[in-house]
């Protein structure tokens, strides 16, 4: 008996995974497209202004092409649908083409049945639910013309739960997305982009020009190589694999970039991490923390954060900064110039042979290498200490040292750190 039960309920489950995989090979993302000339315009600027994924592929035309890709779960038919009926406007602007992308009309949209049967059954439009009543009215009758639906205020929780179309299932909901955008653009012409909802930005190929602003936390962005990029979001998560010069401004958010020339930067509650750096200004950092592997220049100014890097090749300038831990300074460096208060300092010279220290390190705690105390010039002090005894204590520290041939090329260290925690080993 057991035996007979055990395989009805492996029949059932069997059956049951063969009807969803029949379901979700049924449903296929469909797709709309528009080409049009962007004439001799010297920038393409794209405004979206509803929630979706779009995909920017720099190509050798000369022509913009747009391709509207959908879930029939989630929309209606479109394929005879006029595509400026969808809620792309495209216009020229001066020196642009401005394309702008605006709400999907509700009369494409699928009446959606909620996951629970206590409630009405209701659409979801920009963040707000329509509930069926159970009447209609004549000022409903050109929205949904079979469909009978009153307007609520009530703010969707969960948009990803509530908002299914009749033949979407869980097993599928990440695998096909309500819809997406891919705007085919001239490589040579200056991408202009506004995000003004969560989503995600994909760049395909190379491009030469960027400015991206994204409005809302949590949007993704993930590009190859920018020749130059300026970049304004709000808590966004973005990847770049080359870039030559760029400008961010940031709040949050995480950004990693595997190369860059030059990086000015303003950023606040931030996390960057960077493989390969020629140059980063730090216009304005505060509470951030910047990972760096392989850095040539640091300069600009940091608060209440923390920068790591594993090997500076050239120069450091600080107006003012906080934590900055070092692990390798290479025989190339030139001047090591910081001025902070209470922060930490890793500076190894352990690579350098040729070096010099002047150190102001008034109220801080000090290690010091053995060279570096037989390298103490005369009149040098430790508080009221004869030079070069101990410097680990806290208390009145200001002296110079040189350490190898310092008439040649040689590395200087300019510290003035107050009640600091400073590491030369």
């Known amino acids: 008996m057991k035996t007979i039960i055990t395989r009805v309920i492996l029949l059932g489950l069997l059956l049951f995974t063969i009807s969803i995989k029949a379901i979700v090979q049924e449903v296929k993302v469909k797709a709309v497209s528009n080409e049009f000339s962007s004439g001799n315009t010297t920038a393409i600027d794209i405004e979206i202004q509803r929630d979706m994924n779009v995909e ?23 394929s ?11 216009v020229q602007s001066g020196s642009a083409e401005k394309i702008t992308v605006g709400s999907m009309p509700l009369k494409y949209f699928r009446v959606n049945r909620p996951p629970s049967s206590s409630q009405s059954d209701y659409i979801v439009i920009d963040g707000k639910k329509y509930f069926r009543g159970p009447e209609k009215t004549e000022s409903q009758a050109d929205n949904f013309p079979t469909e009978i639906v009153r307007l609520s205020d009530y703010p969707v929780i969960d948009e990803k739960k509530n908002y299914k179309g009749p033949e979407k299932t869980e097993a599928r909901a990440d695998n096909f997305p309500r819809e997406k955008v891919t705007f085919y653009i001239p490589r040579s012409k ?11 930005i994909t760049i395909a190929e190379n491009l030469i020009e960027a400015d991206i602003t994204t409005s809302f936390g949590g949007s993704t962005l993930k590009a190859k190589s920018i020749q130059k990029l300026s970049l304004k979001a709000y808590y966004p998560r973005a990847s770049f694999d080359t870039i030559g010069e760029a400008f961010i401004d940031v709040m949050g958010g995480q950004l990693f970039i595997k190369k860059i020339t030059k990086l000015n930067a303003q950023s606040r509650y931030a996390s960057v991490q960077i493989n390969s750096a020629e140059e980063v200004n730090l216009i304005s950092s505060q509470s951030d923390v910047y990972v760096i592997e392989q850095i040539g220049t640091l300069t600009g100014s940091q608060k209440f954060g923390v920068c790591r890097i594993n090997v500076l090749n050239k120069d450091i300038n600080m107006e003012e900064s906080s934590d900055i831990v070092i692990k390798n300074i290479m025989p190339g460096a030139g001047i090591l110039k910081i001025k902070s208060t209470q922060v930490t300092l890793n500076l190894p010279v352990s ?43 806290p208390g009145s520290v200001k002296f110079t040292s040189n350490v190898g041939d310092i008439n040649g090329s040689h590395t200087v260290f300019d510290i003035n750190c107050l009640s600091c925690n400073i590491s030369f080993k």
């Open 190 to 200: 200056k991408l202009i982009l506004k995000l003004y909802y969560n989503g995600s």
């Open 351 to 393: 690579n350098l042979k040729n070096y010099s220290l002047s150190v102001n390190g008034s109220g801080s705690t000090l290690q010091l290498t053995e060279d570096i105390r037989k390298g103490t010039v005369s009149g040098g002090s430790a508080g009221n200490e004869p030079a070069p005894v101990k410097f680990g204590g």
């Open 80 to 90: 005879d649908a006029i595509f400026s009926d969808l809620g792309f406007n495209m």
């Open 56 to 78: 920017i592929v720099p190509w050798e035309g000369a022509n913009v092409k747009i391709v509207y890709q959908y879930n029939p779960g989630w929309y209606k038919e479109l």
